[in-house]
């Protein structure tokens, strides 16, 4: 007898993980909003949680509205007795308010969790689609909380602390609250100082140039040549386009130091411009393979009534193929983007002038003893957020694009 396939252990096993997996990260956001030393207490929640998902497979009810009600009911009172009535603070450090609500949260988030895990499953034995079913939705509904909690707790710290001043930081270096009464020039100093005193502005204009321009020149050339590869008949076409990726295969390490070579006796190492033929030496490749199969994909009878009309094959990308290629060519442009905005290594090998500082190099100039740490988070957050603001801007494109050309057709 095959006793994961019952609904009834399923139920418990999706209670005791999300019962100790909101514990957990309800008590992380407690610790870092408050700087209070909580203990964590995730023997109650696993039991609590165990508890509701027989609840919650056992209790059935016409109306769903009912059922969730009493589900984050029973969900808070079970977290509560079984912790004693001190589910997150036994020591009594926090407020009241932010017990109880901390509560509420723990209760509504664990039960939806279990609810959507088991969905409609009946206690008695599934049918192996139902349970295999029911483990990819508990396994999904896990990862997806891990991978926001990777990407939100280092962001939530870094934004955090770039809003702390030096005294709270040395005072108590895990407490992340902020108080708003402070007034906005006390809170925000750290970024207007780095503007003021350490010249980010010019930081910022540097990279915003050199990642343009990647992205331009990247376009100039993939464009064509992604279209020549999947449209055009010539010797070694199979050999170009299986190899337009082997760049990637050389260490970026490998090239810095005869190109650092190259570029002294050009005159071109301590200057943006050097960047700007670098960063496309490297983007170039991987955008003509991922505007290649896209490209593949269009139907060849656009660009044989193309010709009959008399267009060149240049008048043939320009009219044709780009304005029916824009999703992948924006996603392109903002992959290419990305790659030149956060780029590194050869900033620091080439730059040596403050002044044409890319926001990479100059973050690392100010990972030191007499920078404050809140300015490198502040720093930090800067160059962040105009890519984050742009991908989500560009996300319907991105997604579009990356997928355009998988089948062709």
Request: hydrophobic letters at 55%.
């Amino acid at each position: 007898m095959k006793f994961w396939m019952h609904g009834i252990f399923g139920a418990v096993l999706a209670g005791c993980l999300w019962g100790g997996i909101w514990q957990i990260v309800l008590t992380m956001a407690l610790i870092v909003s408050t700087g209070a030393g909580l203990s964590l207490q995730t023997g109650p929640a696993v039991l609590a949680g165990a508890s509701a998902g027989l609840f919650a497979i056992l209790f059935r009810s016409e109306s769903t509205m009912l059922r969730h009600v009493c589900g984050v009911l029973a969900m808070g009172v079970l977290i509560w007795g079984f912790s004693l009535g001190a589910p997150f603070d036994p020591k009594s450090i926090l407020p009241a308010w932010q017990s109880w609500l901390t509560l509420a949260i723990a209760a509504g988030a664990g039960w939806f969790s279990i609810a959507a895990a088991i969905g409609n499953m009946s206690p008695a034995r599934q049918a192996r689609y139902a349970a295999e079913k029911f483990y990819l939705r508990l396994v999904w509904g896990l990862g997806l909380v891990m991978f926001v909690l990777v990407v939100a707790i280092p962001f939530y710290v870094m934004v955090m602390t770039s809003l702390k001043s030096q005294q709270s930081l040395l005072g108590n270096p895990l407490d992340f609250s902020i108080d708003p009464g402070v007034g906005g020039a006390v809170l925000f100093r750290s970024y207007i100082e780095l503007f003021t005193k350490y010249d980010f502005g010019t930081l910022l204009l540097n990279s915003t140039i050199v990642s343009v321009m990647t992205v331009f020149i990247t376009l100039l050339f993939a464009v064509p040549g992604a279209y020549a590869v999947a449209r055009l008949r010539f010797p070694g076409r199979k050999w170009l386009s299986g190899s337009v990726l082997l760049i990637y295969l050389i260490p970026a390490i490998i090239l810095v130091i005869p190109l650092y070579a190259v570029f002294s006796q050009l005159g071109l190492r301590n200057s943006l411009l050097g960047l700007c033929i670098v960063y496309p030496a490297t983007t170039i490749p991987v955008a003509l393979y991922m505007l290649r199969g896209y490209f593949a994909g269009l139907p060849t009878e656009l660009d044989d009534a193309g010709l009959m009309d008399g267009l060149s094959r240049l008048q043939i990308i320009m009219r044709i193929a780009i304005p029916l290629s824009t999703p992948a060519i924006a996603s392109v442009a903002l992959y290419v983007f990305m790659i030149a905005w956060n780029e590194f290594l050869f900033a620091f090998m080439f730059l040596d002038d403050v002044k044409l500082f890319t926001l990479s190099r100059g973050i690392v100039s100010l990972n030191s003893s007499e920078v404050p740490r809140q300015h490198l988070m502040a720093g930090a957050v800067i160059a962040t957020t105009p890519v984050l603001v742009i991908f989500l801007w560009f996300e319907r494109f991105l997604v579009s694009g990356l997928t355009a050309g998988s089948v062709k057709g």
